[in-house]
């Protein structure tokens, strides 16, 4: 549980960004009960609400402020960059499982980030594949750190210490180290990678000793552990590690063996999630992050395609990392260019858009990953979006 002085110092770096006055009285109630909800924990000094959001006394956070909250800025606030596609693993559940093409090489990569961050990029994560097995990383991390949120997704394969502490020095400022069951074998089936599960402990070890980095642990919950009390187990586990976050997501039907609604979360299980983590929270502890909290129609809604980004490792622009469907490549056309017509298409609603339009994606599928831009344009005009979400309800009232 936070600190009164940390509460105190949360209450501070609230004030300090003055330009809220001028944010609508009804969008402030809504940051300041939605934050509450969390307990503000203190990592080298960033104070944390949790890694979905940058530190509330930084700089990335006063640039949501004045260019999201207040400049109307059209770009997006969230992004994620493939930085390579190789990975010893072979997740069952892999997102970028069936991608290929030519990787973007390490000048196109630098020029991506300073792009997103000048559309207002101020969260910025890191994947992969195994982003670690990019020798470029560090210097990547460092390009975007400034006046952005960087966060690393990871297996933790191949990090050593003095690669976590060059990483922290360049500016990282969260880690997930991916831990989807506290059996070990098991962890290791579902990854297909023996040792899978060391590797991953043995990460989320280096990162607390070095210190200064906020460490979670990034989960993807298949159905059936919704129904037999394991997310309650693992959380145990999880708690018991020390870290400071478990960041949580269902099994997204982001690839074909998953366009099933037998795979797909209902309504019902997602309410179950969302008071897990509203109980785990007020008990103190280990902050529980679950997106579909975040992206549900309660809070801020999908903003994928409007506010989010997804740059594969070939360049390929997709809405968010679940989605297979390309508007383009940033190697043939600008990232800004490629936004501004994905954003045309995507209104925001109070939903997830994959595990809504999951079907669309069965049927526009040819064999390939992602789904061609032309095939995308007729895609997205079968799509029915919900209505918006209480955040931009309020926004846009």
Known sequence: MSSLMDNLALTKAILSNPQMIRVKPAVNLFMLQYLRKFSVRNVGGNLVIHSHLPPVNSHAYSRFIDEHLLGGINGPSHAQVGVTNACPQGCEYCYNRYKAGEPMDRETILRLVADLKRMGVFWLGLTGGEPLLNKHLVEIVESAADGCAVKLFTTGCTLTPQRAADLKRAGLAYVSVSLDSPDEAEHDRIRRYPGAYRTALQAIDIFQELGGVHVSVSAVLGKPMLHEDRVEEL????????????????????????????????????????????????????????????????????????????????????????????????????????????????????????????????????????????????????????PLARFNQLRSS
Request: with cysteine.
């Open 235 to 386: 959380l145990r586990f999880l708690a018991g590690l020390g870290i400071d976050e478990a960041w949580l997501s269902e099994c997204k039907p982001a690839v074909q063996g998953l366009w099933s609604p037998d795979e797909v979360i209902t309504e019902e299980e997602r309410g179950m999630l969302l008071r897990v983590q509203d109980r785990r929270n007020r008990d103190g502890g280990m902050t529980v992050n679950y997106l579909g909290h975040f992206e549900g129609r309660e809070h801020f809604g999908c903003n994928a395609g409007n506010k989010m980004i997804y740059v594969d490792a070939f360049g390929n622009v997709s809405p968010c990392v679940f989605a297979p469907i390309s508007f383009g490549n940033v190697t043939e056309r600008p990232v800004e260019e490629i936004f501004g017509e994905m954003k045309s298409c995507f209104p925001t609603e109070n939903r997830c858009f994959i595990n809504t339009n999951y079907a669309l994606m069965r049927k526009y599928y040819r064999g390939s990953s992602p789904i061609p831009v032309e095939d995308t344009r007729s895609l997205m005009q079968e799509v029915r979006f919900g």
